[in-house]
T-cell receptor
Framework: QQQVKQSPQSLIVQKGGISIINCAYE??????FPWYQQFPGKGPALLIA?????SEKKEGRFTISFNKSAKQFSLHIMDSQPGDSATYFC?????????FGTGTRLTVIP | DAEITQSPRHKITETGRQVTLACHQT?????MFWYRQDLGHGLRLIHY???????NKGEVSDGYSVSRSNTEDLPLTLESAASSQTSVYFC???????????FGPGTRLTVT
């Protein structure tokens, strides 16, 4: 059973546009929600993370929106650039484990 | 600079053989993890360790084992490789929690 559900599976955005990736979870014990970015041939790298006591966190062009009541969180990439083309994973921490979504392959077209 | 390395980067083996994938980190992190990455499944936890002599099973541990004899290394062993274990394997480490894991570059394993 997938602990964290992620959508869409793939996303194509024009340069300068907004990329939005959504995730949902069921376990209310999760207490930390990171997003990882992975380039081809590389390991995932932490991009940005949020805890459930805040509704939004922004770092540069990347923003996490968190809706605790709906058990959903999303990643927004503003002014998307070709260099943002990568696979993005949402995740949630609970029960001493980190559960990952299935990933979204983002392609930003110049 | 501190880092996490994996070896080999690519491995082809035959069904039934024992295979060991190495993971070495120089951050002195207590926690280390092994994941496998497959299309449509994302990253799934195989085994993890919170310190020397500590090992725990993850979501997909069947057919895999780990041992932690020092802080720096967590080798992953496939006792009898199966075609279903063809995957990309990532090792990760973190300082003192499941937060902010740092991943290695991965090992692509093919079982023929």
């Amino acid at each position: 059973q997938q602990q964290v559900k992620q959508s869409p599976q793939s996303l194509i955005v024009q340069k300068g546009g907004i990329s939005i990736i959504n995730c949902a979870y069921e376990n209310t014990a999760f207490d930390y929600f990171p997003w990882y970015q992975q380039f081809p041939g590389k390991g995932p790298a932490l991009l940005i993370a949020i805890r459930p006591d805040v509704s939004e966190k922004k770092e540069g062009r990347f923003t996490i929106s968190f809706n605790k009541s709906a058990k959903q969180f999303s990643l927004h990439i503003m002014d998307s650039q070709p260099g943002d083309s990568a696979t993005y994973f949402c995740a949630a921490t609970g029960a001493n484990n980190l559960f990952f979504g299935t990933g979204t392959r983002l392609t930003v077209i110049p | 600079d501190a880092e996490i390395t994996q070896s080999p980067r690519h491995k082809i083996t035959e069904t039934g053989r024992q295979v060991t994938l190495a993971c070495h980190q120089t951050w002195n992190h207590n926690n280390m993890f092994w994941y496998r990455q497959d299309l449509g499944h994302g990253l799934r936890l195989i085994h993890y360790s919170y310190g020397v002599q500590d090992t725990n099973k993850g979501e997909v541990s069947d057919g895999y084992s780990v041992s932690r004899s020092n802080t720096e290394d967590l080798p992953l062993t496939l006792e009898s490789a199966a075609s279903s274990q063809t995957s990309v394997y990532f090792c990760a480490s973190s300082r003192d929690s499941n937060h902010e894991q740092y991943f290695g570059p991965g090992t692509r394993l093919t079982v023929t």
